[in-house]
């Protein structure tokens, strides 16, 4: 039986991003496997799921224990291609199958969903990430990218590895907006107890450092000067949501934001949101970006990699200089008065969008896996 592993840092990846991959490439004749830590999240969808305590420090004993699990799980299946997503998941991967692409039976393919050192990171994630993707590039047949500084990197900085490809991501999950419709915005803000008038800004992200919700409590006030009747709404949970809670009322703003947590209606939220935000430090290609334009929703966003892929300023959204909260609320206040600019930008933002639907997506990841498979 033709076989395929795919391995990353945890099992909720593959549950957010990667089944309808798995069931293409069973629906191609192969047995698709995964391995992850997160042992209590479920893959119904693969064949066989084995367990692997990665772990995200680079440091960690685990990964260690991790390669040599993932050595023999390969010595015993025999895998035609590997397919390896997130940072230490990609190593750990790379690592254990090394010596089994040496014998010619074994092909590895790695997606980056944003690698940790780009432009304005920390020197320290360029001294101790970059290097070590430089030097597992040797032991990859193909770098998947999602972005173009992640594509320039490969390319122009002399990686080992013979194959790149630069694709549109993982694809827009439009089962969210199964049963919704635009029509029904109204509809969908009186259930959530919003009124009809409100301008409501949706926010879909993590609560931790990276997506820095800081920003946007302290540009409240700037935003307040521009428009009278807005709320933001904050879709997720982290290990920082009850510091940002308890940061929003030690503002004075806590009257402007709601805390949602984690939502399984989405679809719904940014249906009867007016437009989208992300103020994030960095990002590989944000899908809740695109879903947002998915929807039809200008999306104000900070000028970063993978953010300036999806926009194009002053046509479907705004990038801003990360740090410039007076750009930010100019952004969102142009959207807010300007009704004829509002409905270009939305017919913009859905028109783009179409590119990074999950069928092209998955279209582009076919020619990939053929040329390998």
């Known amino acids: 039986m033709k076989k395929i592993l795919f391995v990353a840092n945890i099992h909720k990846h593959f549950r957010a991003f990667h089944i309808p991959y798995i069931q293409y490439l069973q629906s191609i004749g192969y047995e698709v496997h995964v391995a992850a830590n997160d042992p209590e999240t479920k893959i119904h969808e693969a064949d066989k799921q084995y367990n692997l305590p990665i772990n995200r420090n680079p440091f960690s004993v685990n990964n260690v224990k991790a390669t040599r699990q993932l050595e023999k ?29 040496l014998r010619g039976s074994l092909k590895v393919l790695y997606t980056a969903h944003g690698f940790h050192f780009y432009k304005g990171s920390p020197k320290i994630y360029w001294m101790l990430y970059y290097p070590m993707e430089k030097y597992l590039s040797q032991y990859t047949d193909g770098i998947i990218t999602m972005n ?5 990197v490969v390319t122009e900085r002399n990686f080992a590895v013979k194959n790149v490809f630069k694709t549109s991501g993982v694809g827009i999950n439009s089962d969210k907006f199964k049963g919704v419709s635009s029509t029904d915005k109204n509809v969908i803000r009186e259930k959530n107890g919003y009124s009809p008038d409100t301008f409501i800004i949706i926010y879909i992200a993590e609560f931790i450092n990276r997506k820095d919700h800081k920003f946007i409590l302290e540009s409240i006030p700037l935003i307040k000067e521009k428009i009278s009747n807005f709320k933001f709404i904050f879709a997720g949970r982290g290990i920082l949501k009850e510091a940002t809670e308890e940061y929003a009322r030690q503002q004075g703003v ?29 990002e590989g290609l944000p899908m809740n970006v695109a879903e947002e334009m998915y929807a039809a929703k200008p999306v104000v966003a900070s000028d970063i990699r993978g953010h ?66």
């Open 73 to 101: 799980i390969i010595e015993k299946e025999n895998y035609n291609l590997i397919h390896c997503h997130t940072a230490m998941g990609s190593v750990v991967a790379r690592l254990a199958a090394k010596k089994f692409r």
């Open 254 to 282: 806590a009257g402007y934001v709601d805390f949602l947590g984690f939502r399984k209606d989405i679809g719904e939220l940014i249906t009867m949101s007016d437009i989208g935000v992300s103020v994030s430090k960095q």
């Open 148 to 152: 173009e500084e992640d594509y320039n």
């Open 308 to 373: 300036a892929d999806l926009i194009d300023s002053g046509e479907n959204g705004y990038l801003f200089n990360r740090d410039d909260k007076n750009a930010f609320a100019d952004n969102i206040a142009k959207l807010y008065s300007d009704k004829e600019l509002y409905s270009k930008m939305s017919g913009e933002a859905k028109k783009k969008s179409a590119r990074f639907e999950l069928s092209n997506c998955l279209e582009e990841m076919k020619v990939i896996y053929n040329k390998f498979l």
